[in-house]
């Protein structure tokens, strides 16, 4: 079974935070998509709201996200108006104000922006939106730049849940991603946020980094849950040197193969359920108490261009360069090159410039792979009625024979050994990914 899992394992496949794939955006859908979903969006029901901040001290050489390093003040203070305006924008014209039910600043490195940047755009969004009693408001951090002030600041203005960029904590794998971090300045950013009143905790993980090794792996997995954080991301670094120029900086030479990979996704997983924790999907582990290990023992957790999450709105507004908003008829992305962002917002205009329409046979098909990523499961009469998918069944019979999946009737199950590639039995209800698949990472 391990060389068949092996062999797997070297497909290119998506990530699958959203279907179809931000890969798959056209320009046919833009802004005047963006204002009809806007003006037509449900104001019943609640909005999730993400706040993209492309920009960052110093660049990392692993750095997959869409940031840049800030050079000059004056540009972040100009991108942070830009945001301001932006959700004035987007709140004329909804039909009536929408009530938040999450609110995630996203990176880059937001907090970039200081305590009283983050405040200004908070406030506008305060006054233009309402937010739910028990909203969550969480924010990804660098430890490197968690300062008292700023976890204090964060704690005033209702931030309840943080993410800090842990990575890795050996100094040589460290000096290899340029990162370098001592595990002190996690330790200190833990405690001033916690201090501060920030309570839930998110550490993100890397593997498949150069000079990682799996003795490498436990160590950091064994430190870094001694600071009892209450939900962990791993993830398996995506190395796009054709996309990403700071990646062709990264010595491919020390970076491990993909059965190395594998071994490391299986060793990380052990280390973690060890001390208690799930796991959750592919790569989150969560303490039992935490929401998202609540939200997966319930049947709620859900997958969004953030990753797991138990957050169930139909609804998602990005605001900020290359954001992505979510509505019931598609997906529509900001431009992502900040100059033309800024320049569009400011002169009174939505950002939109790519996207993707979602008819009820893509709806199912999205709820299909978000249904496998999410519980390893698909029951194709829930989450497709409409579709017979001849074609999948038949590209599936292989992975059945290969003991990776189970289908019975229209149920479809990855087996114990099929949970590591359920990105590959996603795959199969993608049309899309099977022409172009060398676009994406390692299936592990
Ligand atoms: C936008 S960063 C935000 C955190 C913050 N800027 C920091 O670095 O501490 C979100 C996370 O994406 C992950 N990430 C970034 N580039 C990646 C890559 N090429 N492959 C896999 N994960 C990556 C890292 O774990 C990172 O913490
Ligand atoms: S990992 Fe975080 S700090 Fe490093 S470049 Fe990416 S967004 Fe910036």
Not at 210 to 230: E, F, G, M, Y
Not at 267 to 294: M, N, P, T, V, Y
Request: glycine share 6%.
């Amino acid at each position: 079974m391990n060389d068949i899992v092996r062999r797997y394992a070297r497909l290119q496949v998506p990530r699958y935070t959203s279907y179809p794939t931000a890969a798959e955006f056209t320009a046919d859908v833009a802004a005047i998509d963006q204002r009809q979903w806007l003006e037509n969006v449900d104001t019943a029901e609640a909005v999730s709201v993400y706040l993209h901040v492309p920009y960052c001290r110093d660049l990392c050489l692993y750095c997959g996200c869409n940031t840049k390093k800030a050079l000059r003040d004056d540009v972040i203070a100009a991108y942070r108006g830009a945001l301001v305006h932006e959700v004035a924008l987007v709140s004329d014209i909804l039909p009536a104000p929408m009530r938040i039910a999450r609110l995630h600043w996203g990176g880059g490195t937001p907090s970039i922006l200081g305590v009283d940047g983050l405040a200004s755009v908070m406030q506008v969004l305060r006054d233009r939106f309402v937010f739910e009693a028990d909203h969550e408001l969480a924010i990804e951090l660098d430890p490197r730049y968690v300062t008292e002030d700023l976890a204090n600041g964060l704690g005033r203005l209702g931030v309840n849940r943080a993410s800090l960029g842990v990575q890795d904590v050996n100094p040589l794998v460290q000096a290899a991603i340029g990162r370098c971090q001592p595990m002190h300045d996690v330790e200190t950013a833990v405690a001033r946020l916690r201090r501060a009143g920030i309570l839930n905790l998110n550490f993100d993980l890397i593997y498949g980094l150069p000079l990682q090794t799996t003795a490498s792996l436990r160590k950091t997995c064994a430190i870094v849950a001694a600071l009892s954080p209450d939900r962990i991301a791993c993830y398996g670094y995506a190395h796009m040197p054709h996309l990403k120029a700071n990646q062709r900086r990264i010595d491919e030479r020390a970076l491990p193969d993909a059965d190395q990979r594998l071994d490391q996704a299986g060793i990380i997983a052990d280390e973690f359920i060890g001390r208690g924790f799930q796991k959750i999907g592919i790569d989150h582990f969560a303490r039992s108490s935490d929401a998202l290990a609540r939200a997966a023992a319930s049947g709620r957790l859900h997958r969004n261009f953030q990753g797991y999450t138990d957050d169930g709105t139909r609804n998602l507004i990005g605001f900020g360069a290359s954001s992505i908003s979510m509505f019931k008829d598609g997906y529509v992305q900001n431009i992502s090159d900040v100059p033309s962002y800024v320049r569009a917002i400011s002169s009174g205009r939505l950002a939109a410039s790519r996207g993707c329409r979602l008819d009820a046979a893509e709806r199912q098909r999205a709820r299909t792979i978000e249904s496998l990523m999410c519980s390893f499961h698909a029951d194709l009469d829930i989450t497709a009625p409409d579709l017979s998918f001849d074609e999948e069944f038949a590209l599936l019979q292989p992975l059945a024979r290969d003991g990776l999946v189970r289908i019975e009737d229209r149920v479809v199950t990855a087996t114990e050994a099929g949970r590591s590639l359920v990105r590959v039995i996603a795959a199969v209800f993608d049309p899309h990914t099977r022409v172009n698949a060398a676009r994406f990472s390692k299936a592990v």
